[in-house]
Nanobody, 115 residues
Framework: QVQLVESGGGLVQPGGSLRLSCEAS????????MTWLRQAPGKGLEWVAT????????SYIDSVKGRFTISRDNAENRLYLQMNSLKAEDTAVYYC????????RGQGTQVTVSS
């Protein structure tokens, strides 16, 4: 069955960095566009970034452009999100998902940006 497992979250000070990882299994990872989503406390699910199946193109929500980088390793069935210059407003549970069906996502990893 399809499984997505996120890791790499934690507590970081403003201005710090984290690298999230998502391990995919149960489907042909290399033919799917993949997405990172996030949900801040008390708010709805928000799209963060998407990457094409071969990693050749990516897109981002305006609030993270220039700070976050989405990437993937199709040989390892892994999706990544490098997050730099983190801000308090980036605090959220981060999920990886299939871009075509965001209901197919993992359990999430908590990112807390606080001093």
């Amino acid at each position: 069955q399809v499984q997505l497992v996120e890791s790499g979250g934690g507590l970081v000070q403003p201005g710090g960095s984290l690298r999230l990882s998502c391990e995919a299994s149960g489907f042909t990872f290399s033919i799917y566009q993949m997405t990172w989503l996030r949900q801040a406390p008390g708010k709805g699910l928000e799209w963060v970034a998407t990457i094409t199946d071969n990693g050749g193109h990516s897109s981002y929500i305006d609030s993270v452009k220039g700070r976050f980088t989405i990437s993937r390793d199709n040989a390892e069935n892994r999706l990544y999100l490098q997050m730099n210059s983190l801000k308090a407003e980036d605090t959220a549970v981060y999920y990886c998902a299939q871009a075509s069906d965001q209901r197919v996502r993992g359990q999430g990893t908590q990112v807390t940006v606080s001093s």
